[in-house]
């Protein structure tokens, strides 16, 4: 008796555990089943990430492994992280091995920076001789003890390392990675692979104390040509193939996520850093893995670059309706985009928030610049153009549908990369700190180290301008004809203002080495932590980010087992307009009856000119966009609320479908906000809502019931007795309210109206006889 007491003790002390993580888990975040996730070790009761005292929005650093300083250029390294200013670390990057594992190559050489480097006599990098590994690793686990707050997670991929990875000879071995992890040669998922890197990932946050992992896939996407072009051998064959793969990989990796949570009793994180370029994201169909995500890092920088000859902003905030490339692509030309610029951050933001709250995406700024030399037009450079002068020597994957850019060379591009035969890549990057002393006219002491003469001097003057819509700095100079697009502390004071003003859930930043300070004994700026300051300083005391997705709808109190989702997109390129299915499905056992009205939020990241070719009457019932139009310093709504009825003679019974072919131009995710209209109630969705009550639909009073299920007709015209007049006092139409009977249903008109009841959308069903 004792021990059968003991248990039920022990079993009610489980479920309470049980109840009060599902008040902490994020809405909208995917639970796998029969999974007592501890989600209260990472999220408070409203479903906020707990992210220290000092924190009310993420900081997210990414490190990156390569800048240990064994190879003669300046080193950053972990201690030189700002601990106390950041909320987040990504490591960047593990790679996916010839078994399909999560890997960061040979862990006991004493030269990989991640497992077997050290520093000796470098204060504050002496390894801990307690753990079975060196390099950044140990010193990671060192500083998570003494900064407890700080959240670590590996990040697999990027854009050299999403099909492939380089060996210890520093070759790129192309195995596919991703693409072929997920994706079998005959366009199957392989899900073999999957679980492999799925169980891999696993054994390697235990073993190395990382709380999650971050995907840096570059790109699932379907837009041919999309991702680095060493990569098209495995990409360009599978495009139409990618998105399902990716989506399968994403599902096991939360589900199996889940599982270690449970077994180790901590919540274990799945990020990713996602693009934001309408175009790519036009290929990644309805983006419904964001439903696996704790949260989202969008890549709000690489917005304009020397992929292509258009001269502008890396990270505007803003739309500014000057976008060169925007113009000649006829995007603010033609009538359905809505006037809608899409490179820059609010867009992205806007496009998530169709699908997520605020509070689960993160917004990148880039520590570095972009840049083209050779510029033609403009005003001091911007939105002017840079071909390179052969374009016969394109890099590949440019050059094909523009002509390719004229990127920066020599001291305009301090952090470049490297051709296959060695030769500069001209891009014009450069760490924030080296443009900082461009703008100063400073030879920064460091050049050497990037193999400059000791005697390089600057040519020209490199003048800051700023631009007051896109918030966004950059240098000119004259001389040389070179445009570096740039942040300082003025853009990154604006969008973490941004961040605050939107909910959002915080920054990500590419990367930490990249960030400056003023080193007042070398009279120069160099690698420190300006920009970052300016975030902390910002997010200390800012409110709590936002936690509810569809803030534009009262929450329901009962759901209805309708569940949704977007089907039978084409490959990228050729969907255009959008137009995917809209698959209503009914999960549940009671019949969804004809008449039924369904509405639900389509982000204005895409223009209200969104329509249907199903007969369901599919209207704008409320237009988001902007009221001068277009999105120029901004969007100012979140939602357009989009609305269709199923016919009266429409029922959908348990197990039924209905299938709405949508049209739309700009790409958004998977909506939210779904309310089903039945008589005069309105019911979430259990999709969206899987704790609240299932509605009863065939009982209690609708309406115009009397309590019973029964429907009251009295004093209701059967139709064609139409309830109003025209002019000459002949009855022919119905009024907005008015009630009418027909075929055994009662139906409520939705505006004036002639039609048929049932027939189209102006009218809803009321109650079934």
């Given at each position: 008796?004792?021990?059968?007491?003991?248990?039920?003790?022990?079993?009610?002390?489980?479920?309470?555990?049980?109840?009060?993580?599902e008040?902490?888990?994020?809405?909208?975040?995917?639970?796998?089943p029969?999974t007592?996730?501890?989600?209260c070790?990472?999220?408070?009761?409203?479903?906020?990430?707990?992210?220290?005292?000092?924190?009310?929005?993420?900081?997210?650093?990414y490190?990156?492994?390569?800048?240990?300083?064994?190879?003669?250029?300046?080193?950053?390294?972990?201690?030189?992280?700002?601990?106390?200013?950041?909320?987040?670390?990504?490591y960047?990057?593990?790679?996916?091995?010839?078994?399909?594992?999560?890997?960061?190559?040979?862990?006991a050489?004493p030269?990989?920076?991640?497992t077997?480097?050290?520093?000796?006599?470098?204060?504050?990098?002496?390894?801990?001789?307690?753990?079975?590994?060196q390099g950044?690793?140990?010193l990671?686990?060192?500083?998570?003890?003494?900064?407890?707050?700080?959240?670590?997670?590996?990040?697999?991929?990027?854009?050299?390392?999403?099909?492939?990875?380089?060996?210890?000879?520093?070759?790129?071995?192309?195995?596919?990675?991703?693409?072929?992890?997920?994706?079998?040669?005959?366009?199957?998922?392989?899900?073999?692979?999957?679980?492999?890197?799925s169980?891999?990932?696993?054994e390697?946050?235990?073993?190395?104390?990382?709380?999650?992992?971050?995907?840096?896939?570059?790109?699932?996407?379907s837009?041919?040509?999309?991702?680095?072009?060493?990569d098209?051998?495995?990409?360009?064959?599978?495009r139409?193939?990618?998105?399902r793969?990716?989506?399968?990989?994403?599902?096991?990796?939360?589900q199996?996520?889940?599982?270690?949570?449970v077994?180790?009793?901590?919540?274990?994180?799945?990020?990713?850093?996602s693009?934001?370029?309408?175009?790519?994201?036009?290929?990644?169909e309805?983006?419904d893995?964001?439903?696996?995500?704790?949260?989202v890092?969008?890549?709000?920088?690489?917005?304009?670059g020397?992929?292509?000859?258009?001269?502008?902003?890396?990270?505007?905030?803003y739309?500014?309706?000057?976008?060169?490339?925007?113009?000649?692509?006829?995007?603010?030309?033609?009538?359905?985009?809505?006037?809608?610029?899409?490179?820059?951050?609010?867009?992205?933001?806007?496009?998530?928030?169709?699908?997520?709250?605020?509070?689960?995406i993160?917004?990148?700024v880039?520590?570095?610049?972009?840049?083209?030399?050779?510029?033609?037009?403009g005003?001091?450079?911007?939105?002017?153009?840079?071909?390179?002068?052969?374009?016969s020597?394109?890099?590949?994957?440019?050059g094909?549908?523009?002509?390719?850019?004229?990127?920066?060379l020599?001291?305009?591009?301090?952090?470049?990369?490297?051709?296959?035969?060695?030769?500069?890549?001209?891009?014009?990057?450069?760490?924030?700190?080296?443009?900082?002393?461009?703008?100063?006219?400073?030879?920064?002491?460091?050049?050497?180290?990037?193999?400059?003469?000791a005697?390089?001097?600057?040519?020209?003057?490199?003048?800051?301008?700023?631009?007051?819509?896109?918030?966004?700095?950059?240098?000119?100079n004259?001389?040389?004809?070179v445009?570096?697009?740039?942040e300082?502390?003025?853009?990154?004071?604006?969008?973490?203002?941004?961040?605050?003003?939107?909910?959002?859930?915080?920054?990500?930043?590419?990367e930490?080495?990249?960030?400056?300070?003023?080193?007042?004994?070398?009279?120069?700026y160099?690698?420190?932590?300006?920009?970052?300051?300016?975030?902390y300083?910002?997010?200390?005391?800012?409110?709590p980010?936002e936690?509810?997705?569809?803030d534009?709808?009262?929450?329901?109190?009962?759901?209805?087992?309708?569940?949704?989702?977007f089907?039978?997109?084409?490959?990228?390129?050729?969907?255009?307009?959008?137009?995917?299915?809209?698959?209503?499905s009914?999960?549940?056992?009671?019949?969804?009856?004809?008449?039924?009205?369904?509405?639900?939020?389509?982000?204005t990241?895409?223009?209200?000119?969104i329509?249907?070719?199903?007969?369901?009457?599919?209207?704008?019932?409320?237009?988001?966009?902007?009221?001068?139009g277009?999105?120029?310093?901004?969007?100012?709504?979140?939602?357009?609320?989009?609305?269709?009825?199923?016919?009266?003679?429409?029922?959908?019974?348990?197990?039924?479908?209905?299938?709405?072919?949508?049209?739309?131009?700009?790409?958004?995710?998977?909506?939210?906000?779904?309310?089903?209209?039945?008589?005069?109630?309105?019911?979430g969705?259990?999709?969206?809502?899987p704790?609240?009550?299932?509605?009863?639909?065939?009982?209690?009073?609708?309406?115009?019931?009397?309590?019973?299920?029964?429907?009251n007709?009295?004093?209701?015209?059967?139709?064609?007795?139409?309830?109003?007049?025209?002019?000459?006092?002949?009855?022919?139409?119905?009024?907005?309210?008015d009630?009418m009977?027909?075929?055994?249903?009662?139906?409520?008109?939705?505006?004036?109206?002639?039609?048929?009841?049932?027939?189209?959308?102006?009218?809803?069903?009321?109650?079934?006889?």
């Amino acid at each position: 008796m004792i021990r059968q007491l003991l248990l039920v003790a022990l079993a009610a002390i489980s479920n309470v555990t049980q109840a009060n993580d599902e008040n902490c888990k994020p809405s909208g975040l995917y639970s796998t089943p029969d999974t007592p996730v501890p989600y209260c070790s990472v999220y408070d009761q409203d479903g906020r990430e707990q992210l220290g005292t000092e924190h009310q929005r993420r900081i997210i650093g990414y490190f990156t492994s390569w800048r240990h300083g064994k190879n003669g250029q300046p080193s950053y390294l972990v201690k030189d992280i700002p601990w106390q200013k950041i909320t987040h670390i990504n490591y960047a990057f593990a790679h996916i091995d010839n078994n399909y594992r999560l890997s960061i190559g040979n862990v006991a050489n004493p030269e990989n920076p991640a497992t077997g480097m050290t520093w000796p006599g470098v204060s504050g990098a002496e390894m801990d001789p307690a753990l079975p590994y060196q390099g950044h690793f140990n010193l990671l686990t060192q500083y998570k003890r003494q900064y407890p707050h700080v959240k670590t997670l590996i990040s697999v991929g990027g854009w050299a390392e999403t099909g492939g990875f380089f060996n210890e000879q520093g070759e790129r071995i192309a195995n596919g990675g991703f693409y072929s992890m997920t994706t079998n040669a005959d366009g199957s998922i392989n899900e073999i692979g999957i679980q492999a890197f799925s169980e891999s990932t696993i054994e390697f946050l235990r073993r190395y104390n990382f709380d999650g992992v971050d995907i840096d896939y570059e790109y699932p996407s379907s837009m041919q040509g999309a991702g680095n072009p060493d990569d098209y051998g495995f990409s360009d064959a599978q495009r139409k193939n990618l998105w399902r793969s990716y989506q399968a990989l994403m599902k096991s990796l939360r589900q199996t996520l889940d599982r270690a949570s449970v077994e180790d009793g901590k919540h274990y994180l799945l990020t990713i850093a996602s693009p934001s370029s309408a175009y790519l994201l036009r290929g990644m169909e309805d983006f419904d893995v964001v439903q696996y995500l704790d949260f989202v890092n969008i890549m709000s920088y690489d917005l304009h670059g020397a992929w292509n000859h258009y001269v502008g902003h890396n990270a505007a905030l803003y739309d500014t309706g000057d976008d060169l490339e925007l113009q000649e692509g006829k995007v603010y030309s033609t009538p359905q985009y809505g006037n809608i610029g899409y490179l820059n951050t609010d867009w992205a933001v806007h496009y998530f928030r169709g699908a997520i709250a605020a509070g689960r995406i993160n917004i990148g700024v880039p520590y570095y610049t972009r840049g083209w030399q050779n510029v033609q037009g403009g005003t001091h450079g911007l939105w002017g153009k840079a071909a390179l002068p052969s374009q016969s020597d394109c890099a590949p994957g440019t050059g094909i549908s523009t002509p390719c850019g004229y990127g920066a060379l020599g001291l305009n591009n301090l952090w470049h990369d490297k051709d296959t035969n060695g030769a500069e890549i001209g891009a014009g990057s450069n760490p924030m700190w080296h443009a900082k002393n461009l703008q100063q006219g400073i030879v920064g002491s460091y050049l050497t180290a990037y193999g400059f003469p000791a005697d390089a001097q600057l040519a020209g003057d490199y003048q800051r301008y700023y631009d007051d819509i896109a918030q966004a700095p950059w240098l000119w100079n004259a001389e040389q004809k070179v445009f570096l697009s740039t942040e300082d502390e003025q853009s990154m004071a604006a969008k973490v203002q941004y961040v605050i003003d939107q909910g959002v859930g915080g920054i990500m930043f590419w990367e930490l080495a990249g960030d400056y300070d003023w080193l007042p004994g070398r009279q120069e700026y160099f690698i420190g932590d300006s920009l970052t300051t300016t975030a902390y300083n910002a997010f200390r005391d800012a409110t709590p980010y936002e936690v509810v997705a569809a803030d534009n709808v009262e929450l329901p109190q009962q759901v209805v087992s309708l569940s949704y989702d977007f089907v039978g997109y084409k490959v990228g390129d050729n969907n255009y307009p959008l137009n995917p299915t809209l698959r209503l499905s009914n999960s549940g056992e009671q019949t969804i009856p004809g008449g039924t009205q369904v509405e639900f939020n389509m982000p204005t990241a895409t223009s209200s000119v969104i329509n249907d070719q199903s007969g369901m009457g599919l209207t704008v019932v409320s237009d988001g966009s902007n009221a001068a139009g277009g999105n120029q310093g901004g969007l100012e709504n979140n939602f357009h609320r989009v609305r269709l009825t199923l016919p009266g003679w429409k029922t959908l019974a348990a197990g039924d479908s209905v299938d709405i072919t949508m049209n739309y131009y700009l790409p958004v995710p998977l909506p939210n906000g779904m309310r089903v209209l039945v008589g005069d109630h309105a019911y979430g969705t259990r999709q969206e809502y899987p704790l609240l009550p299932i509605a009863d639909l065939n009982g209690g009073d609708d309406g115009d019931g009397n309590g019973d299920g029964s429907c009251n007709v009295d004093g209701i015209p059967a139709y064609p007795n139409w309830p109003q007049n025209d002019w000459s006092g002949k009855p022919n139409h119905a009024a907005t309210g008015d009630k009418m009977l027909h075929e055994g249903v009662i139906y409520q008109a939705n505006w004036w109206t002639q039609s048929e009841p049932g027939s189209d959308g102006s009218w809803k069903m009321v109650c079934k006889l």
